[in-house]
């Protein structure tokens, strides 16, 4: 990767994801790229703590649910 290259990407994400949206967001991009290891289940958490923090109950459930569900799955297919 260039060094413009880079800058422009760093610009992009930081005015894309910028602040504690900004950070979800992200977050959310990244589960949705890995949906089958086992620290998605643990992002799955953060981002329902997150939710949490900015008074978010109905968003953080969701997620702790998809954490919950992930970790089955895991769980039978290791098993």
Excluded at 3 to 28: K, M, P, T, V
Excluded at 55 to 66: F, I, M
């Amino acid at each position: 990767m260039t060094s413009s290259c880079r800058d422009n990407a760093g610009r992009y994400l930081r005015s894309r994801f910028s602040g504690a949206n900004g950070i979800l967001q992200l977050l959310e991009a990244f589960v949705a790229q890995c949906p089958d290891i086992t620290l998605v289940a643990a992002a799955l958490d953060q981002l329902a703590g997150f939710h949490d923090y900015y008074r978010q109950p109905r968003q953080a459930t969701k997620y702790r649910a998809e954490a919950a569900d992930l970790r089955r799955r895991i769980a039978t297919v290791t098993a």
